[in-house]
């Protein structure tokens, strides 16, 4: 039962050094999302990395007994690049996931001359815990009586909150009018059996 005793004991210590090194990589995205201007947060940040690595030894030294000392480098390189590719993964899936939580408003909309469809300007506003997620701007055609998806638009996406005038040309066909500033990150030539077209302005 000596394995059981040693599983006992390096399980929790490793769980600890993954928290802190979780927490070593949230606290570094708080300092870089704020141009390193919240200086207080760099102890916290090297004493939780430090943390974790001295718990990954601590692991390391309860095989010491049975394998010798070898067995604590050897533990303790093999626990630190599993323990630090499972808080990048976490980090990144968990905190730092601009998909994990949305939500969209609608700003404005255009219904078609038969009325049968309109086109809908709405921000698509996202959070995650440890990184900084612009809102976007997005048009949308759907049904007339249809509710604004949870998704994302299926005419075109800005970066930022972009003021956009949406114009029916015939029940086929919508002129998408925004500023020549604005970054677009996606857009579509057609939405279903409408044709979309794009004018780019000076200013709006």
């Known amino acids: 039962m000596r394995w059981y005793r040693t599983l006992l004991l390096t399980l929790p ?3 600890v050094a993954l928290g802190c090194w979780v927490l070593t990589a949230y606290l570094l995205s708080v300092l870089s999302w704020g141009d390193w201007e919240y200086s207080e947060l760099i102890a916290p940040s090297v004493g939780s990395a430090i943390a974790g ?14 394998r010798g000392s070898g067995a604590v ?10 323990n630090s590719a499972l808080a990048v993964g976490f980090f990144f899936v968990c905190l730092s996931n601009c998909t994990l939580s949305c939500g969209n408003k609608t700003l404005s909309q255009s219904l078609s001359p038969n009325g049968r469809l309109k086109a809908v300007l709405f921000s698509r506003t996202c959070v995650a815990a440890a990184r900084y997620c612009p809102s976007v701007s997005s048009v949308s055609v759907l049904a007339a ?23 029916w040309k015939s029940d086929g066909l919508l002129l998408v009018r925004y500023p020549a500033i604005a970054r677009v990150l996606r ?9 979309i077209q794009y004018l780019r302005v000076g200013w709006m």
């Open 53 to 66: 690595l001295l718990a990954l030894i601590g692991a390391g030294y309860v095989h010491r007994r049975d």
């Open 145 to 167: 009586d249809d509710a604004l998806p949870a998704g994302e638009g299926n005419v075109v996406a800005f970066v930022g909150d972009v003021g956009v005038d949406l114009q």
């Open 73 to 82: 480098v050897r533990f303790t390189a093999v626990a630190t690049v599993v």
């Open 13 to 15: 210590l490793s769980i």
């Open 187 to 195: 857009q579509y030539r057609r939405s279903g059996d409408v044709q």
